[in-house]
């Protein structure tokens, strides 16, 4: 299931791949926890914005103060070459902005909601085998003894 969000849906499917840091945040395996007669896999990222493109989020945001560049519009010819004249002079305009709050709304993707949808019952049969496995030889399964790849 990790590597389906990796290799299929992080890459323009959900969200379009820019640094490679969404990708890079999800460990190569799932973690797997044991509680009383519970056994569960835990699967996932740390990255905050991930948890926000998966869930949505609709609210306010602390942003917080910067220099903005500023961009003059263009809609000439000449008036393009004005601009990189000015720019090549070194008169570059620039904005001071103050710390504020915005409101942004971000649809939920799902991604690994959906990921669990489509790779979940194959991921079910392979603990499965994996806790077989355990029980008849006493050692751990590699992936090749739970049908992995």
Not at 111 to 140: C, Q, S, W, Y
């Amino acid at each position: 299931m990790v590597a389906d969000v990796a290799k299929n849906r992080l890459l323009g499917q959900y969200l379009n791949r820019r640094t490679g840091t969404a990708i890079r945040s999800f460990p190569p395996s799932i973690r797997v926890e044991i509680l009383d007669e519970l056994i569960r896999g835990v699967w996932g990222s740390n990255v905050e914005y991930v948890r926000v493109h998966e869930e949505g989020f609709d609210g306010s945001v602390q942003v917080p103060a910067h220099t903005r560049r500023l961009i003059e519009q263009v809609r000439s010819k000449a008036a393009a070459r004005r601009v990189r004249r000015k720019l090549r002079a070194g008169r570059k305009r620039f904005a001071h902005v103050r710390a504020h709050r915005r409101r942004v709304s971000f649809r939920a993707r799902r991604f690994m909601a959906h990921t669990a949808r489509d790779k979940g019952p194959e991921a079910n049969r392979r603990v499965i085998r994996a806790i077989i496995h355990l029980v008849r030889t006493g050692e751990v399964p590699t992936l090749a003894d739970v049908g992995g790849a």
